[in-house]
């Protein structure tokens, strides 16, 4: 049984997901607040949160940036912003989908379970079949979902592993931002360069020295990226 964090102050939304968790046979947690959540993070085993963006004490941005330091379960920011520069600030900071309010609590469903799903694929793997891609002093485990770089550990989010282990897989071939995303994501594409450039963005930042002048993820100018062969 998975165990779900909500976090979220609106009453009303904790009461009717908390119907919709109970009958798939999730476990619920419920929080009102970032601190809360820490809390209840602290005591316990969660393997996805449901993060609100607007909440007292402590909001979902500063919550997602704290649990993102030393969580890598995936993370769903629920705001009632729309606009694509707030998903890109959420996306940003460590999380792993958006979801705008007022939201259909069926659709909220779907993409908790697709998370979940994606989630488990990535740390699924056997220790019998555990391997390993080393790119110069990048080494990524596939089997464990670690990465380091000159032998320090690296933390990315669920969504950053699967675009480096996509781009490693692939070493040495472009791929568009468009099949990154169909595949990461597993949705069709619509439109959604700019989420792909900041988790690339956010993958710089954890792996490379200068992430101005990449050594590893090279950006293929109106085409994608690519990991070059060393």
Known sequence: METILLVDDEKEIIKLMEIYFNNEGYNLLKASDGMEALEL??????????LDVMMPRMDGIEACMKIREEKSMPIIMLSAKSQDMDKITGLS?????????????????????????RYKKLNSAPASNRHEIEID?????????????DQEPVKLTPREFAILKLLAVNLGHVL????????????????????????????????EKNPQTPKYVKTVWGIGYKIETP
């Open 176 to 207: 568009s931002m468009d099949r990154i995303y169909e595949e990461v994501w597993n949705e069709p594409f619509m439109e959604s360069k700019n989420t792909v450039m900041v988790h690339v963005r956010k993958i710089r930042e954890k792996i």
């Open 41 to 50: 993070l602290k005591r316990h085993d969660v393997d996805l949160i449901i």
């Open 137 to 149: 002093d990048l080494v990524i485990n596939i089997a464990n979902y670690t990465v380091t770089v």
């Open 93 to 117: 900071i460590g999380a792993d989908d958006y979801v705008t309010k007022p939201f259909n609590p069926l659709v909220l469903m779907a993409r908790v379970k697709s998370q979940l799903r």
